[in-house]
Nanobody, 127 residues
Framework: QVQLVESGGGLVQAGSSLTLACVVS????????MAWFRQGPGKEREFVAG????????GYRDSVKGRFTISRDNAKSTVHLQMNNLKPEDTALYYC????????????????????WGQGIQVTVSE
């Protein structure tokens, strides 16, 4: 059974940095497309960043490009989301998600692709 466990969230001031980690168990990380989604209060869950095994491609939503970086360590079965220059609008519950196999940068934005989800971790950015 595949399990995803997130860590690294917290309360920070605007302009600060945080790194989220997602440890994957039950399946080889290198065989999966991984992504981070987030859900703010009263909002739908949205794609933040993704990493596919297809040529090692990554994708980001426009509002985080240049500030967030997704990376994976297949040997440690861990996916990271480095978040710099955080803004209050980044406040949300962040979820790690996994899909079996490779996908395109375009397709990885679709949450319906993902069959495994973490429990979510809160990130709060104050003014």
């Amino acid at each position: 059974q595949v399990q995803l466990v997130e860590s690294g969230g917290g309360l920070v001031q605007a302009g600060s940095s945080l790194t989220l980690a997602c440890v994957v168990s039950g399946r080889t990380l290198s065989s999966m497309t991984m992504a981070w989604f987030r859900q703010g209060p009263g909002k739908e869950r949205e794609f933040v960043a993704g990493s596919t095994t297809l040529y090692g491609s990554t994708g980001y939503r426009d509002s985080v490009k240049g500030r967030f970086t997704i990376s994976r360590d297949n040997a440690k079965s861990t996916v990271h989301l480095q978040m710099n220059n955080l803004k209050p609008e980044d406040t949300a519950l962040y979820y790690c998600a996994a899909a079996v196999g490779a996908t395109t940068v375009r397709s990885m934005r679709d949450k319906r692709l993902y069959i495994y989800w973490g429990q979510g971790i809160q990130v709060t950015v104050s003014e």
